[in-house]
Nanobody, 118 residues
Framework: QVQFVESGGGLVQPGGSLRLSCAAS????????MAWYRQTPGKQRELVAG???????NYVDSVQGRFTISKDNAKNTVDLQMNSLKPEDTAVYYC????????????WGQGTQVTVSS
């Protein structure tokens, strides 16, 4: 059974930092494109950052230079370091894994709330 345990969300002031972590079980992250998405009420889920099996990363423009995605295949974890946080980064953040050989195979975490507010 595939399970993701997300942690690290919370309340932070503008300009602050948070580190999200996603621990996966039931899959080997080395075979997956791992990503973080976020969603706010009434809006579609948005891809924030992703990392391929060989470590290539991509980011939505709005977080480029502020967020860093990383993964540890040995530990089956993927992290999102978020710096210089802004109120518009407030959202529920979800961990996602998509199988490299079959993109239709996709797994989601339960989500963790990030709130940026003074």
């Amino acid at each position: 059974q595939v399970q993701f345990v997300e942690s690290g969300g919370g309340l932070v002031q503008p300009g602050g930092s948070l580190r999200l972590s996603c621990a996966a079980s039931g899959i080997m992250t080395s075979f997956y494109y791992m990503a973080w998405y976020r969603q706010t009420p009434g809006k579609q889920r948005e891809l924030v950052a992703g990392i391929t099996s060989i470590g290539r990363t991509n980011y939505v423009d709005s977080v480029q230079g502020r967020f860093t995605i990383s993964k540890d295949n040995a530990k089956n974890t993927v992290d999102l370091q978020m710096n210089s946080l802004k109120p518009e980064d407030t959202a529920v953040y979800y961990c996602n894994a998509r199988l490299n050989t079959n993109l239709a195979v996709s797994y989601w975490g339960q989500g963790t709330q990030v709130t940026v507010s003074s």
